[in-house]
């Protein structure tokens, strides 16, 4: 079984450039999660995608945006970048967004920093 | 608004002194609550929720809704239980709501 992975491992930006952070899920997984992680601070939910489509979403701006695959991979596009977006983005799948089913596996995460 | 506290940013223990970690949250509604824990160098993983009622590696939590609480426990800290712990609250579809997180040490 293979676990969740997420590419690349550490990103450098500077202000106004755009970003695309990759996430492959955990086999047999059709539901992703996105988070972003601030230092000193827990998770906090981006959006969710089920099946290909948005199933969810907290309160980050449209810049930030996302897309699944047909295989349950999963994109986090971030457009026009700010310093406050430097954080650890954060990958979860899990096997459908049912609270029975909705343990959700983490990735090991990609470090961006905007300069 | 769902909402998750945990008071403690840092909480220092020698091996072998029992651990408690808070964890208080702001729902109306029945939460499902859970404790995550990442150690050094690893990636987040889940500990324990409390619809399970189980004990993993010696930790417990009980879910107390009169004072709103989810703490983190065990009676005998060890140097391997030395990391980050996050407490989380999900209630039905929602997604996770994270608190800040407490590090735990534990000194030999």
């Known amino acids: 079984e293979t676990g969740v992975t997420q590419s690349p491992t550490h990103l450098i930006k500077t202000r106004g450039q755009q970003v695309t952070l990759r996430c492959s899920s955990q086999?047999?997984?059709?539901?992703v999660s996105w988070y972003q992680q601030a230092l000193g601070q827990g998770p906090q939910f981006i959006f969710q995608y089920y099946r290909e489509e948005e199933n969810g979403r907290g309160n980050f701006p449209p810049r930030f945006s996302g897309l699944q695959f047909p295989n349950y991979s999963s994109e986090l596009n971030v457009n026009a970048l700010e310093l406050d977006d430097s954080a650890l983005y954060l990958c979860?799948?899990?096997?459908?967004?049912?609270?029975?089913?909705?343990?959700?596996?983490f990735g090991p995460g990609t470090r961006l920093t905007v300069l | 608004a769902q909402r998750v506290t945990q008071p403690e940013k840092l909480l220092s223990v020698f091996k072998g002194a029992p651990v408690e970690l808070k964890c208080n949250y702001s729902?109306?509604?029945?939460?499902?609550l859970f404790w995550y824990v990442q150690y050094s160098r690893q990636r987040l993983q889940l500990l324990l929720r409390h619809i399970s009622r189980e004990s993993i590696k010696g930790f417990t939590a009980d879910l107390n809704k009169g004072e709103t609480s989810f703490h983190l426990k065990k009676p005998f800290a060890q140097e391997e239980d030395s990391a980050m712990y996050y407490c989380a609250l999900r209630s039905g579809n929602t997604p996770l709501v994270f608190g800040k997180g407490t590090r735990l040490s534990v000194i030999a």
């Open positions: 979860a799948s899990s096997l459908s967004p049912s609270r029975a089913e909705n343990e959700q596996f």
């Open positions: 086999s047999g997984h059709n539901t």
């Open positions: 729902y109306s509604g029945s939460p499902e």
